[in-house]
């Protein structure tokens, strides 16, 4: 491992051998981290590297089991998030834990209120405060609105606003871009060059490889818990850094094998709801369909209505020759449509519930003696399906609580992959997961066209879209503006640009 111990005097943060354990599992085991101001210093690792629970370390929401940490020169040790934010440190948390009732000014000096003396608070003032940081970021609502209102997208914004509005001495980002569309990402880069301007520290966690070499100065790489090494992203290529994060050569992160397109799976005619309209397409047996578009075009608003999360207005539903309808998830399910929704704290999993439980509560029928459930089969199908996808974790008895945002989407994935649904709908699959699961997760989308089920994969990464799709569909404003094959891809008559042009509403 390459240790940087030099010229310690010009960083703003010294992470020095910091361990944590959590029951068995051991998180961090002697690891190392430097950051200078006015430095991007990207953090990467696969899922259960030990990247956020460093991080959470930092803000105080863990305790470090050894180690030191020096911050500005100083011995540093804070007892939470507001300590740290007090110090000069603030966090942007891959998983959102918004308060839905509070308003965005409210969530954003959350902590940090204006006051009038020692007892009431100062709204008005508040109010205009945040009206005029959120002018500054363009953003859409004012600072009275509910932020149970906004989509996933826009808490997001919120809580980067929130970050950056602290007046941080160094700002964390823990997968900042994960919900963002192409235009909020470029936003975001604008605001970190502004900060680094400043003097700002920034640490960026991420997967998206194409941001990192994009905006970040430094990288440092964790695996297994352990510090691996620590340079300049100009004297490193993307090979070399895939190949440090997962220990070995990732061949192909988009694994596409062409598979035989059967009869058609699923037909939407004319479908109408919430942020929709007139939506036509279908999708074959064996096929993966990519669905493309800006955050909030209609395209998962779409997919929602499919699996019986919103209610379709108008139009017709057909699986396998079939008209068919759902009210409910429950009912899609039964009729073999499955759907991993891209917030999965709100809709994929039971947090306080372990592995095992999440795993199996959709495919419970299929495991019931009479009244009783047969827990032999439960336990090994489980513990099989969990070791296909690399969950990383010390038992299947653990609650899904406990485990990276990268390894409860893989359970989350896994509970679908056990009941072996006909149409399989995917949003947002590798949110926030590491390139090594990534490949591995685009290879087991492979298997399941291959074994003729139907594949709808929407995506916010134009590579990904274009790299394991047979065809894509491009939204605009709750309509199809276009289609794209996968021959109009290799021959490169559709590219990115294209693509993107569509989703801004161009021909």
Not at 112 to 122: A, I, M, S, Y
Not at 132 to 150: H, M, V
Not at 246 to 260: A, H, I, L, S, W
Request: charged share 25%.
């Amino acid at each position: 491992m390459e240790k940087n111990t030099d010229g310690k005097n010009e960083y703003i943060l010294q992470c020095e051998g910091i361990s944590k354990a959590f029951g068995g599992t051991q998180a961090l085991k002697d690891v190392q981290l430097y950051v200078k101001p006015g430095e991007v210093h990207a953090l990467m690792g696969e899922n259960g590297a030990g990247k956020s629970t460093l991080m959470k370390i930092v803000i105080g929401l863990h305790k470090q089991d050894k180690g030191e940490i020096i911050f500005e020169g100083q011995p540093y040790q804070v007892k939470g998030p507001v300590d740290a934010i007090n110090a000069g440190i603030a966090m942007i948390h891959q998983e959102l834990n918004p308060e839905p009732h509070l308003s965005i000014a409210e969530s954003i000096f959350l902590k940090r209120e204006d006051t009038v003396g020692k007892f009431f608070l100062n709204k008005k003032k508040q109010n205009e405060r945040a009206g005029e940081i959120l002018k500054q970021f363009d953003f859409p609502y004012g600072p009275k609105t509910l932020i149970k209102e906004l989509t996933l997208a826009q808490v997001q914004m919120v809580e980067i606003i929130k970050a950056v509005s602290s007046d941080a001495r160094m700002i964390i980002m823990d997968e900042p871009t994960s919900s963002l569309d192409s235009e909020e990402t470029d936003h975001l880069f604008r605001v970190i060059r502004e900060l680094k301007a400043k003097g700002v520290a920034i640490i960026y966690i991420s997967h998206r490889m194409e941001e990192i070499f994009k905006i970040c100065d430094t990288v440092s790489v964790f695996r297994d818990g352990m510090f691996i090494t620590s340079a300049p992203l100009s004297e490193i290529s993307r090979d070399e850094l895939i190949s440090k994060m997962v220990g070995r050569k990732v061949e192909n992160v988009f694994p596409k094998v062409d598979c035989k397109i059967g009869d058609v799976v699923f037909k939407a005619e004319n479908l109408s709801g919430k942020g929709f309209k007139d939506i036509n397409f279908e999708v074959r047996a064996g096929e993966i369909l990519g669905v493309s578009g800006l955050v909030g075009s209609g395209r998962s608003e779409t997919m929602r209505a499919i699996f019986g999360l919103d209610p379709i207005d108008g139009g017709k539903m057909y699986l396998e020759g079939k008209e068919i309808k759902n009210k409910n998830p429950r009912a899609a399910i039964n009729k073999g449509i499955c759907m991993v929704n891209e917030d999965r704290k709100n809709y994929g999993l039971c947090l306080l519930r372990s592995l095992r439980e999440n795993i199996s509560l959709p495919n419970l029928p299929q495991k019931q003696k009479g009244l009783l459930i047969n827990q032999r089969r439960e336990m090994k199908e489980c513990e099989e399906v969990a070791k296909q996808l690399t969950v990383k974790a010390a038992s299947i008895e653990h609650d899904a609580f406990s485990l990276s945002g990268g390894n409860q989407q893989k359970v989350v994935i896994a509970k679908w992959i056990m009941a072996n649904p006909k149409l399989l709908i995917l949003d947002e699959p590798t949110r926030g997961v590491d390139v090594g699961a990534k490949s591995e997760i685009h290879s087991l989308m492979c298997q399941f066209a291959a074994k003729g089920m139907a594949v709808i994969m929407i995506s916010s990464e134009l590579p990904e879209i274009m790299g394991m799709s047979d065809r894509i569909l491009i939204y605009h404003e709750g309509t199809i503006n276009g289609e794209v094959t996968r021959e109009e891809i290799l021959s490169s008559s559709a590219t990115e640009e294209v693509i993107l042009a569509k989703a801004f509403g161009g021909k």
